[in-house]
């Protein structure tokens, strides 16, 4: 479970306020969003708020003022305590709690807003603010740009553009701590441990729906908020839809199924695991040539995952092994080099082979500026996930071989979670197991 730790965010807010270097940076919580009728969804923090405040209400607003002495410079506003809307909607730490708790140097009630933040604002180089992400608090802060630039134009001082956190944040949250590399250690480890769950137990279910009930209760029994995204718990055939998650076919015993599920925990780190067994136990001589071709070429994926390699080598590597082994079994056709080149696997394979994994499933961070490569670094945390996806959906390029019946349906994906360290790759999802003698019965 999450227990605030504030010398983690207080760190944090230091090394942003120390990027900012005169900026003054306004960073919004999320709010609420209407499900139906005056149903809302299950609250989600804004990822950058989170990380800079551990604050999990919705509508506050975060600034940080670099341009402040210190003991002036992280600012919350927050919904004030209210008897009432507490009854209706729970507990709100309020100004106070803002300021105790959450180490706020000062904090004030949201609805003063409007006339505290020119105040705030005053004297700083620039504003630092996401446009076009926080509509409620956009039109305040455009006005105060408005005024920086006509009073910029008379004194020949004062902000001159907005610019965007993402350029500091998403650099900070790409490195992650050894602090949040035990959280992620702990979201994966669920995750994982769900995955083993829905191994063991597949032999009695008949419905997709069994699988995403067990994996995402099991979620909540750890003591996770639940599922990272929605559950992909796919079937035969419903494998090879990407983002398939109507989870609602029954369960064939001749058919593989593609579970792609993780958690998210109480301070939103998140696991992203994909493992495809076969439903009645045994891989039919189709499915097993496609697994080991998708196997090898997350593991070969996975090795070269090391300091100084980069995410489009990792991408390439696997899929230059996929390509090999289907060209092995008479599903591509050509010189590896010229089927890659010309796209000509796309039909099989789609997907680039992983992303970055932390506060938000697919993270923040760069992979390349240009055609710069981001080297990978400890504490980077990717996701490797190579698959093949048989179905007719996609035409088959010219001059590619026309795909037998008896491959059609087997959509395979395997999907880790890969720290990079000073040695070999570790496997943080190492535990949902993926050998073949492992998942046949
Ligand atoms: N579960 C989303 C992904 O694998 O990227
Ligand atoms: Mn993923
Ligand atoms: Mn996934």
Request: a negative charge.
């Amino acid at each position: 479970m999450f227990n605030l730790n504030n010398k983690i965010f207080e760190k944090r807010r230091e090394t942003f306020l120390n990027k900012l270097d005169g900026k003054a940076a306004i960073i919004p919580a999320a709010s609420l969003v209407k499900h139906h009728a005056d149903c809302e969804y299950p609250f989600r923090q804004d990822s950058n708020f989170w990380y800079l405040t551990g604050f999990d209400e919705p509508d506050a607003i975060a600034l940080f003022l670099s341009h402040k002495p210190k003991g002036e410079r992280f600012i919350l506003f927050v919904s004030p305590k209210d008897v009432v809307s507490e009854v209706w909607h729970g507990f709100r730490w309020g100004i106070e709690g803002a300021e105790q708790k959450f180490k706020a140097d000062k904090a004030h009630s949201i609805y003063d807003i409007k006339e505290l933040l020119p105040i705030y604002i005053e004297g700083s180089d620039e504003i630092v603010f996401s446009i076009g992400k926080h509509p409620r608090i956009e039109k305040v802060v455009l006005e105060i740009f408005t005024q920086q630039l006509e009073n910029r134009s008379r004194v020949g001082i004062g902000g001159n553009s907005i610019k965007s956190p993402e350029s500091y944040l998403n650099e900070m949250r790409l490195i992650k701590s050894e602090f949040e590399i035990n959280r992620m250690r702990e979201a994966i480890q669920i995750s994982a441990e769900a995955h083993e769950l829905v191994r063991e137990s597949i032999s009695l279910k008949n419905n997709e729906r069994q699988i995403q009930g067990l994996i995402e209760g099991f979620f909540l029994e750890k003591g996770a908020r639940g599922p990272a995204y929605n559950s992909i718990v796919a079937s035969g055939d419903n494998a090879c839809v990407l983002h398939y998650t109507s989870n609602n076919s029954p369960l064939n015993k001749r058919d593989l199924l593609l579970v792609d599920a993780g958690c998210s925990l109480t301070d939103y780190y998140n696991g992203d695991i994909t493992r495809t067994i076969p439903i009645g136990g045994k891989f039919s001589k189709e499915q097993k040539y496609i697994y080991e071709i998708v196997l090898d070429a997350q593991k070969n994926a996975i090795n070269s995952a090391v300091i100084g390699s980069n995410s489009s080598t990792v991408h390439n590597v696997a899929l230059k092994t996929l390509v090999e082994g289907l060209k092995e079994i008479g599903l591509l056709r050509g010189s590896t080099e010229e089927i890659i080149d010309n796209g000509l696997y796309k039909h099989l394979y789609m997907h680039r082979t992983g992303h970055w994994l932390g506060l938000d499933v697919h993270d923040v961070g760069a992979y390349r500026m240009g055609d710069y490569e981001v080297p990978l670094q400890y504490g980077m945390i990717l996701t490797v996930e190579p698959g093949i996806y048989i179905s007719d959906r996609i035409p088959v390029p010219d001059g590619q071989p026309s795909i037998d019946e008896k491959w059609k349906g087997i959509g395979i994906r395997i999907e880790d979670d890969i720290l990079v360290t000073d040695k070999e790759p570790e496997i943080l999802s190492i535990s949902a197991l993926k050998e073949i003698a492992d998942l046949e019965f």
